[in-house]
């Protein structure tokens, strides 16, 4: 694919993964006791429910036409603890349903790829799902895995940290841009494991 092609296939598929990983939050939140997202209507894989005009779109444009590692986030899925039977059990795996959600679409599209290996499209959606998956997972807010410390926080250090995690996540990832060498070498191995399935 040419250059351009690839951008566009790439955010198409940027937009689905990313459906499926909020879609898959509102869903665990929703089983766990908690309807508020189910209200607002982001219990959906339609893409426009979840899509930010700049973190979805305007931010990772400029960061590839910039030449910079690419990533973005959806609008957040608005969850009230309040609803769960067991608020910090419930809030964590929640939180950890959109990863989740995103390793085992790179399993099922893996598979597919053995039916259909001439759509580079599924490659890219393997990549992107890995990918999405383990920056959620680095234990910084607002990422999902930043949840787990609440079992090992007081509740106003928790507090802070969930204040502060963008400024936080922001510096180090300036400071050590090198995460994403170690999180793409990862992807790479990963989706060739998996779009070799069979």
């Given amino acids: 694919m040419t250059g351009y092609i690839t951008l566009i296939v790439s955010f198409i598929a940027f937009f689905v993964c990313l459906s499926v990983h909020e879609a898959a939050h509102a869903w665990a939140a929703n089983r766990f006791g908690d309807p508020t997202s189910k209200i607002e209507g982001r ?12 973190g979805t779109i305007l931010l990772p444009l400029f960061l590839i036409l910039s030449h910079l590692p690419a990533f973005g986030y959806a609008k957040p899925v608005m969850i009230d603890r309040r609803n769960f039977q067991n608020p910090s059990k419930d809030y964590l795996l929640s939180s950890l349903a959109g990863p989740g959600a995103n390793l085992l679409f790179a399993a099922v599209v893996g598979i ?21 998956a383990m920056f959620n997972l680095i234990p910084i807010p607002p990422l999902d895995g930043s949840k787990i410390w609440q079992f090992f926080l007081n509740e106003e250090t928790y507090f ?39």
């Fill in 43 to 54: 219990l959906s894989l339609n893409p426009l429910r979840h899509i930010d005009w700049f």
């Fill in 160 to 198: 802070n940290l969930e204040r502060y995690g963008p400024l936080i996540l922001i510096a180090v990832i300036l400071l050590f841009g090198s995460i994403f060498d170690f999180l793409f070498n990862i992807d790479i191995t990963l989706t060739f494991y998996l779009t070799h399935l069979f």
């Fill in 112 to 132: 597919l790829i053995s039916a259909f290996p001439f759509l580079s499209f599924l490659t890219i959606l393997v990549e992107i799902n890995i990918i999405l």
